[in-house]
């Protein structure tokens, strides 16, 4: 999928794969990148790649909620919050190689739930980490 003009381009640099680091170009992210045992690694304290990508899907829906929200005249409260977990295992179709999987919780305290359903599924259209993985990422949203 192309975009017509980039607004703003994060970079960020891993040394060392999965066992090493990641920092961003302007210092803000400076991480010790870890293997989870589940994965064959030693459970050292750090993070991984599937944590990032949670924490990064998780804000940036939010932030696609707030956008179509906003177009609806409608305010979210302050306390929304979407807990994912990433799982990432031997991919289905394609021996050899992995994929992930996401599963996102969704919680719009105060709204109506056919209010929020609505927003996740407009949501769900325009949030670029959606649209980066529709077709590739089993993804299910779930409003709790």
């Known amino acids: 999928m192309a975009i017509e003009k980039s607004l703003y ?4 640099t891993a040394t060392g794969g999965r066992a090493g680091t990641a920092k961003s170009s302007d210092g803000a992210l400076d ?13 050292a304290p750090g993070t991984n790649p599937e944590q990032l990508f949670a ?5 940036c829906f939010i932030g696609a909620l707030k956008a179509v929200a906003g177009r609806q005249k409608l305010s979210l409260p302050a306390d929304v919050s979407i807990t994912s977990d990433v799982g990432i295992g ?5 021996p050899g190689a992995f ?19 609505q927003l996740v599924a407009a949501a769900h ?14 993804v299910t949203l779930t409003i709790v």
């Open 31 to 43: 991480v010790v990148l870890t293997t989870p045992k589940q994965l064959g690694g030693d459970g």
């Open 90 to 94: 031997p991919h289905a179709n394609k």
């Open 9 to 12: 381009t994060a970079t960020a």
């Open 55 to 59: 924490a990064g899907y998780s804000a």
């Open 125 to 138: 259209e325009v949030c670029p980490y959606s649209n980066a993985t529709r077709g590739n990422v089993d």
């Open 99 to 117: 994929g992930i999987s996401v599963d996102m919780k969704i919680s719009v305290p105060g709204l109506a739930r056919d209010v929020v359903e």
